[in-house]
């Protein structure tokens, strides 16, 4: 993995991450870490639990995911198929349930960020919106109606 972090290490080791990691787990491949972090921060309303150059550890709720920058995938053949696409993972919605999707949907809109779909009263009982963040990956916060 090629890292770029000049930001003091975490006082967590990888190995130690690694191992407390269990049942599902998401890891978005982001081009510009700072930007896929202030989505998450200013619109997903989500807890940056550590982040540096490379990777960043995220929380909302009972939720959480990483963010690794492209540079650490550089010997992963991920990395080959995802570069150049202009919506990265596409056909996943990431959900987060339980997030305000119409104050979600206004944060987004202040941001300029592209709102796929405004927030909606759905018939399996949920009110949600569809937002891209800058990598194309579609979040749908929700909340039962």
Same mark, same amino acid.
């Given at each position: 993995?090629?890292?770029?972090?000049?930001?003091?290490?975490?006082?967590?080791?990888?190995?130690?991450?690694?191992?407390?990691?269990?049942?599902?787990?998401?890891?978005?491949?982001?081009?510009?870490?700072?930007?896929?972090?202030?989505?998450?921060?200013?619109?997903?309303?989500?807890?940056?639990?550590?982040?540096?150059?490379?990777?960043?550890?995220?929380?909302?709720?009972?939720?959480? !995911?990483?963010?690794?920058?492209?540079?650490?995938?550089?010997?992963? #053949?991920?990395?080959?198929?995802?570069?150049?696409?202009?919506?990265?993972?596409?056909?996943?919605?990431?959900?987060?349930?339980?997030?305000? #999707?119409?104050?979600?949907?206004?944060?987004?809109?202040?941001?300029?960020?592209?709102?796929?779909?405004?927030?909606?009263?759905?018939?399996?009982?949920?009110?949600?919106?569809?937002?891209?963040?800058?990598?194309?990956?579609? !979040?749908?916060?929700?909340?039962?109606?």
């Amino acid at each position: 993995m090629a890292t770029k972090s000049t930001k003091e290490a975490w006082s967590v080791s990888p190995e130690e991450y690694g191992r407390s990691l269990n049942g599902f787990g998401v890891n978005l491949l982001v081009r510009d870490m700072e930007a896929s972090l202030a989505f998450a921060q200013d619109v997903l309303q989500a807890e940056t639990v550590y982040w540096n150059e490379d990777f960043a550890v995220l929380r909302r709720g009972g939720a959480s !995911w990483m963010l690794h920058a492209d540079h650490t995938y550089e010997d992963n #053949p991920l990395l080959g198929f995802v570069q150049g696409q202009e919506g990265r993972g596409a056909g996943v919605e990431l959900r987060l349930y339980d997030l305000d #999707p119409d104050a979600t949907e206004a944060r987004a809109r202040t941001r300029g960020d592209h709102v796929l779909s405004g927030a909606q009263d759905k018939p399996h009982g949920l009110r949600e919106c569809y937002l891209l963040d800058p990598d194309g990956y579609c !979040w749908v916060p929700s909340r039962p109606l």
